[in-house]
Nanobody, 122 residues
């Protein structure tokens, strides 16, 4: 079992930055691929980015590529999402998730956090 807790969300103006954190329980954090997803009101949950267990391979949705950076610190059991140049369309609840292997589909992830709200004002 892995428990995930996100933090770092909030209200920011367009063009601003936020860094989300996701703290994981357990001693096998490095064996999990980690993903970030988001869900805006009335929309389906969508893939944002993912990182493999050793942090070398990273994947991004086209909509965030060049603006968002995913990273992890296995010594701290934490994965991060640095979000720069934020746009109003980035407004959503952001979730972190853990899986046995990297994927871009939410169904591929076994464990989920509760989510953190990000609101970008224009």
């Amino acid at each position: 079992q892995v428990q995930l807790v996100e933090s770092g969300g909030g209200l920011v103006q367009a063009g601003g930055s936020l860094r989300l954190s996701c703290a994981a329980s357990g001693r096998t954090f490095s064996s999990y691929a980690m993903g970030w997803f988001r869900q805006a009101p009335g929309k389906e949950r969508e893939f944002v980015g993912a990182i493999n267990g050793n942090g070398i391979n990273k994947y991004y949705a086209d909509s965030v590529k060049g603006r968002f950076t995913i990273s992890r610190d296995n010594a701290k059991n934490t994965v991060y999402l640095q979000m720069n140049s934020l746009k109003p369309e980035d407004t959503a609840v952001y979730f972190c998730a853990a899986a046995g292997r990297v994927g871009v589909l939410s169904a591929e992830y076994d464990y989920w956090g509760q989510g953190t709200q990000v609101t970008v004002s224009s």
